[in-house]
């Protein structure tokens, strides 16, 4: 045993909650939804929830449970196996295929979660030959899976076409062999919008491929919710993304792409080959919650509903929001420990929000993210608008 390394690990978390930034979890009691309760002192308290990524409210759908439980019972728990083994079903060829369809590639390959997706689907096709560029603001799980990989970096400003481009020239320069652009389609932390139509210009121009990380997107933006390229009547060449937030809620991520891609990643990504197969009843959940998602049009106009409302209302209390048009929404507070607080005293007045600080944002811009659900209702929103009108009176964040 090394007490060295105990005492260091101990200091370092009492300086995380010195510096307001120790994360805490709050055990919920009820299926995920617009409304969820909490376990509070040993009681179980009704919150409105204003911080999951159940944007289509499908989470708790009752078709989703029960094509869940049809698939479990018809191909068990577990598969107890990665999938070259003896890990596939003809279930998960479904919904790689059902994905494909919907996002208009050639094929589709699932992955235990998202995170995996990203983390995955760069070092099986990219070498030192080659060259990536990605944006400033990714998500982790893209910075991650460039690090994998051994191609040239090269790191633009957020959503900054100048800049891209400029590394696109430096990044040419050296005649790589391929050249990947690397994107979020929306941004989670701010609720932007990637500017796919240039993307899309600058990735032709010097022929690299796109590739899209969409899990803020699919199910929410375009026709059909086909996602962020689609909402500009554009394409991506890759997409990856998540059946852990509008498909749904449950777990597992995607990459769709053309054939070529595919074949690759099932020959030498290695969180596919050396993970287990996603269970039955999450992939048979998703199939239902991707043919919902299809046609949910009333769900994604309540949800941009929603987000006007709420929008509205925080402006007009005096909050300063960033701008935008997705169901993100952040409240800016800019200190770490503001933003705790803040969080804290929504929580005493029955609202489910998380403060958001570094180094899951640049230091001094925290905030609290709110993301709207097509579950939640007007009345509900109207209550947590009134919720943090008080808190932000008492806090004095508003006047």
């Known amino acids: 045993m090394s007490e060295r390394t105990y005492r260091r690990l101990r200091a370092e978390l009492a ?3 010195n510096d307001g930034l120790y994360k805490r979890e709050r055990p919920i009691t009820s299926p995920q939804s617009g409304q969820i309760r909490v376990d509070l ?3 179980n308290q009704p919150f409105i929830n204003l911080c999951a990524n159940n944007y289509l409210g499908l989470a708790d759908h009752p078709d989703i449970i029960a094509a869940a439980k049809t698939a479990m019972d018809a191909y068990g728990y577990g598969m107890a196996s990665v999938r070259f083994i003896c890990g596939t079903l003809d279930l998960h060829r479904q919904l790689e295929q059902d994905l494909a369809d919907f996002l208009g590639m050639d094929d589709a390959i699932l992955y235990a979660a998202a995170f995996d997706a990203n983390g995955g689907v760069f070092e099986p096709l990219l070498a030192v030959e080659d060259a990536i560029l990605s944006d400033s603001l990714n998500h982790a799980s893209i910075i991650d899976g460039i690090r994998l990989c051994k191609a040239q970096r090269y790191r633009y400003a957020n959503n900054n076409m100048t800049d891209l481009e400029a590394k696109l020239d430096e990044a040419a320069a050296a005649s790589p062999r391929a050249i990947v652009i690397a994107t979020d389609g929306v941004f989670s932390m701010d609720g932007t919008i990637a500017n796919i139509p240039e993307l899309r210009r600058l990735a032709d121009k010097y022929d690299a491929l796109l590739l899209l990380d969409d899990c803020h997107a699919t199910g929410i933006l375009g026709p059909q919710g086909r996602g ?10 890759i997409i990856t993304g998540t059946l852990g937030k509008s498909l749904g809620g449950a777990a597992g991520g995607f990459v769709a792409a ?11 990504s290695r969180p596919y080959l050396f993970s287990n197969a996603l269970p039955p009843m999450l992939v048979g959940g998703a199939i239902k919650a991707l043919q919902l998602a299809r046609a949910g049009d ?3 106009d309540a949800l941009r509903g929603h987000a006007r409302h709420f929008r509205t209302g925080l402006s007009e209390a005096g909050f300063r929001l960033l701008d935008g048009e997705h169901p993100i929404i952040p409240v800016m507070l800019d200190e770490a420990q503001l933003a705790q607080d803040f969080a804290n005293r929504l929580y005493e007045l029955g609202i489910f929000v998380t403060g958001f600080f570094y180094p899951v944002v640049p230091r001094d811009q925290a905030r609290i993210r709110v993301q709207m659900s097509a579950a939640l209702s007007t009345g509900q929103l109207d209550r947590a608008i009134a919720a943090f009108t008080q808190a932000g009176r008492e806090l004095r964040v508003i006047k």
Do not use: Y
């Not at 053309?258 to 030498?268: E, S």
């Open 15 to 17: 300086s995380l909650e």
């Open 41 to 43: 002192n040993g009681t």
């Open 228 to 237: 962020t390229a689609a909402h500009f009547n554009s394409r991506a060449d």
């Open 258 to 268: 053309a054939q070529p891609v595919i074949d690759m990643l099932r020959q030498r």
């Open 298 to 300: 009333e769900l994604r």
